[in-house]
């Protein structure tokens, strides 16, 4: 078993897949998908960090809005959420991230980074999300 391989979306040798999203979301409550990797068995490295905009001109509505960040393994998720609170003190406006390490050992798997507002006022979330799969192992 190769400590890193060539599988999924991983080309050549290099061992990490990366994603930055300008994530803008308000109006309704859906999960919506930020990045998402179709990847062979394998035990890998998933991190999210979320940085939300520190501008008041970014949440419409005059009010804060709760949001939630998640990693999901073919659509269901994986541990626990981040998330910023509506009211105070601003922990809207606070950056979070999560780590998991992601295993499964037959057939290809969809890891995906989602984000999405609670509240569906004209506001909602507004930030920079990044999302890093490191593989760790490829099961041959």
């Known amino acids: 078993m190769p ?3 060539v599988g999924g979306d991983y080309t050549g040798a290099s061992p990490t897949r990366s994603s930055r999203s300008d994530v803008s ?3 309704n409550t859906n999960w919506q998908t930020a990045h998402s990797n179709s990847l062979n068995p394998g035990v890998y490295l998933v ?3 979320y940085t939300p905009s520190h501008s008041d001109g970014d949440y419409p509505n005059s009010d804060p809005d709760h949001y939630e960040t998640r990693i999901t393994l073919d659509g269901t ?5 981040a998330f910023g609170y509506e009211s105070g003190p601003v922990t809207y406006k606070s950056a ?3 780590a998991h390490v992601i295993s499964w050992n037959s057939g290809a ?3 995906a980074s989602q984000y999405r507002t609670t509240d569906a006022d004209a506001g909602g979330m507004r930030g920079y999300l990044i999302t ?3 593989i760790i192992m490829e099961y041959a």
């Open 77 to 81: 998720q994986v541990g626990d959420t």
């Open 109 to 111: 798997k969809t890891i």
């Open 3 to 5: 400590f890193w391989g």
């Open 25 to 27: 979301h308000g109006g």
């Open 47 to 49: 991190h999210v960090s």
């Open 132 to 134: 890093q799969i490191s």
């Open 96 to 98: 979070s991230s999560l």
